[in-house]
């Protein structure tokens, strides 16, 4: 064997050691997403979005960390948020939340519809308050 191929063959061997190394170091990671979040008004007569993009805590969302963290605690699943739980009026002016992205390599498709801002907010915190 040449001093040529003996070198690719040690390379390609180091390659197949690399690659087969990365499953293990992914699944330690934490969860990662990148999520885009819609909230809408009653009948769609307005419409705001925000990319969310964890734990990097990216994207255009003002409050990405907490956000983030709030993801996190609820394992990606929007109706698992904890929420703030504080007081609401019983005012009924409908808004809708979604989320569309994936979430720790799964695709995620979310909605939901509350009965006012004020709803939405004490029941997802921070994930979209935007």
Not at 16 to 25: G, N, Y
Request: glycine share 10%.
């Amino acid at each position: 064997m040449s001093v040529r191929t003996t070198v690719a063959v040690a390379a390609t061997a180091t390659a197949l050691l690399c690659l087969a190394a990365v499953p293990a170091a992914t699944a330690s990671e934490p969860e990662r997403g990148r999520l885009f979040l819609t909230v809408s008004g009653a009948q769609n007569t307005w419409i705001r979005g925000v990319q969310l993009t964890c734990p990097d805590a990216g994207g255009h969302h003002p409050h990405a960390a907490a956000a983030c963290a709030d993801l996190q605690r609820a394992k990606g699943e929007p109706d698992a948020l904890a929420g703030e739980g504080h007081l609401c009026t019983r005012e009924y002016d409908p808004v809708t939340a979604t989320v569309e992205g994936d979430w720790n390599g799964r695709p995620l498709v979310w909605h939901k519809t509350y009965p006012n801002a004020c709803g939405l907010d004490a029941a997802t915190g921070a994930v979209f308050r935007f």
